[in-house]
């Protein structure tokens, strides 16, 4: 199993960035899919997920309405779309599997992540 996430770099405020999850060997769609964000010398936070099948979506306070996340069966890829960033938002992103499907409790699969860097 691989999760490999991939869209970061760097961008201005108030501008966008899509961030990619693509998996190898699991079908994403059974899966809870979460992605979160680790800052320098700071613990890492759960930024969103969407739960499998009916794809419930969950958000944390700190980017809600302006990241989305979704998912793209066909590509077997979650998606998260990060609008209106800051630079708080600056961090390496991850995206996870959970087997158990509701986004709530621990993980199973992660990823390498991608750095996101807000800066004019």
């Known amino acids: 199993v691989q999760l490999q996430a991939s869209g970061g770099g760097l961008v201005q405020p108030g501008g966008s960035l899509r961030l990619s999850c693509a998996a190898s060997?699991?079908?994403?769609?059974?899966?809870?899919i979460g992605w979160f964000r680790q800052a320098p010398g700071k613990v890492r936070e759960g930024v969103s997920c969407?739960?499998?099948?009916?794809?419930?979506?969950y958000y944390a306070d700190s980017v809600k309405g302006r990241f989305t996340i979704s998912r793209e069966n066909a590509k077997n890829t979650v998606y998260l779309q990060m609008n209106s960033v800051k630079p708080e938002d600056t961090a390496v992103y991850s995206c996870?599997?959970?087997?158990?499907?509701?986004?709530?409790?621990?993980?199973?699969?992660w990823g390498q992540g991608t750095q996101v860097t807000v800066s004019s």
């Open positions: 996870a599997a959970q087997i158990l499907g509701n986004c709530q409790g621990g993980y199973d699969y």
């Open positions: 060997g699991i079908n994403l769609d059974d899966y809870a």
């Open positions: 969407i739960t499998k099948r009916v794809g419930t979506t």
